[in-house]
């Protein structure tokens, strides 16, 4: 297939018999509440639950190790240690901080070119994995309480993970 050209970190189309390991750090901060499409107060929030939150911050280190066993298949897996925190208020106007933080779903993933162009100009990759529930779905608070659903750092489920991916490129540029 020769030269891979311009792909992101973890896509390796074109290079047969390569392992890449990567590291991935993603940083998602949250604040606002909303009701559908449309934002709602906290005041609004806390007259129909005992608390409201404020703010969600999440940090991902995602792990991953990738191999190529020929020049159209590529293999993946993927771990993420989580770090999260959200604020809260309660209906007494008293604020406080939830943390949880461990290890994430492992995710083992394949991508298979299913079109290149000669010149790599544009590529379609066929997308395919399964999500293991490695992480935990039973977080606890300082209280001993379980945590809501989104500070939990796993899903408790196996995921089916299919997909398409577009490559295109005009040197410099890829997209």
Same mark, same amino acid.
């Given at each position: 297939?020769?030269?891979?050209?311009?792909?992101?970190?973890?896509?390796?189309?074109?290079?047969?018999?390569?392992?890449?390991?990567?590291?991935?750090?993603? /940083?998602?901060?949250?604040?606002?509440?909303?009701?559908?499409?449309?934002?709602?107060?906290?005041?609004?929030?806390?007259?129909?639950?005992?608390?409201?939150?404020?703010?969600?911050?999440?940090?991902?280190?995602?792990?991953?190790?990738?191999?190529?066993?020929?020049?159209? /298949?590529?293999?993946?897996?993927?771990? %993420?240690?989580?770090?999260?925190?959200?604020?809260?208020?309660?209906?007494?106007?008293?604020?406080?901080?939830?943390?949880?933080? *461990?290890?994430?779903?492992?995710?083992?993933?394949?991508?298979?070119?299913?079109?290149?162009?000669?010149? /790599?100009?544009?590529?379609?990759?066929?997308?395919? *994995?399964?999500?293991? %529930?490695?992480?935990?779905?039973?977080?606890?608070?300082?209280? *001993?309480?379980?945590?809501?659903?989104?500070?939990?750092? &796993?899903? &408790?489920?196996?995921?089916?993970?299919?997909?398409?991916?577009? /490559?295109?490129?005009?040197?410099?540029?890829?997209?």
């Amino acid at each position: 297939m020769g030269d891979p050209g311009l792909v992101p970190f973890d896509v390796m189309s074109g290079m047969a018999g390569q392992w890449m390991l990567g590291y991935q750090f993603m /940083l998602e901060s949250l604040d606002d509440n909303l009701t559908g499409t449309d934002e709602i107060s906290e005041a609004e929030i806390l007259r129909s639950y005992p608390t409201a939150p404020t703010d969600m911050t999440m940090q991902m280190h995602m792990g991953m190790a990738m191999y190529a066993p020929t020049d159209k /298949l590529t293999l993946m897996a993927m771990l %993420p240690y989580v770090k999260m925190s959200m604020g809260e208020i309660h209906r007494d106007t008293t604020k406080s901080t939830e943390r949880s933080e *461990g290890i994430g779903d492992l995710e083992l993933r394949g991508s298979y070119s299913l079109y290149a162009e000669k010149d /790599l100009r544009h590529r379609i990759l066929g997308n395919f *994995g399964v999500g293991f %529930p490695t992480g935990s779905i039973n977080q606890r608070d300082t209280e *001993g309480m379980r945590m809501e659903y989104p500070m939990q750092t &796993g899903s &408790g489920t196996y995921s089916l993970l299919p997909g398409f991916t577009y /490559l295109g490129q005009e040197l410099p540029w890829g997209w």
